[in-house]
C-alpha cells in the first residue's frame, strides 16, 4: 500500500474528502516524527509502539575489498507491533 491507497481507503472509511485525507495522514506523520525526534515513543494502543533504538559503534568488513572498517554509532526507528496487529496478521 502506498500513499495514494492509503489516502483513498482512510477517505472511504470516514467520508473525507481524499485530498482531506492526505492531510491528516501527512500531520500524523509530522506528529510522529517530531516526537521520536524529541527522543519519545509513540504508542497506539492494540496497533504497536514506535520508538528510537541507538546502535553501537561496530567493526565491519567492506564487502569488495574485505577491509575492516569501524561503522559509527546511529539512532535508528524501531517498532514493535501490538497484540491486536500481531493477532489480526497471524490470522
Known amino acids: 500500500m502506498n500513499?495514494?491507497?492509503l489516502k483513498k481507503s482512510v477517505s472511504d472509511a470516514t467520508g473525507?474528502?481524499?485530498d482531506d485525507a492526505e492531510k491528516v495522514i501527512k500531520a500524523m506523520t509530522a506528529s510522529i516524527e517530531d516526537a521520536l525526534k524529541a527522543g519519545?515513543?509513540?504508542?497506539f494502543?492494540?496497533?504497536?509502539t514506535f520508538a528510537v533504538a541507538e546502535r553501537?559503534?561496530?567493526k565491519g568488513?567492506?564487502?569488495a575489498t574485505g577491509q575492516e572498517i569501524q561503522i559509527?554509532?546511529?539512532k535508528t526507528v524501531k517498532f514493535k507491533p501490538g497484540k491486536t496487529l500481531k493477532e489480526a496478521?497471524?490470522?
Open 61 to 63: 568488513r567492506n564487502p
Open 40 to 43: 519519545d515513543s509513540v504508542v
Open 16 to 18: 473525507m474528502k481524499q
Open 72 to 74: 559509527p554509532a546511529t
Open 56 to 58: 553501537p559503534a561496530r
Open 45 to 48: 494502543v492494540g496497533f504497536g
Open 3 to 5: 500513499l495514494s491507497d
Open 89 to 91: 496478521v497471524a490470522g
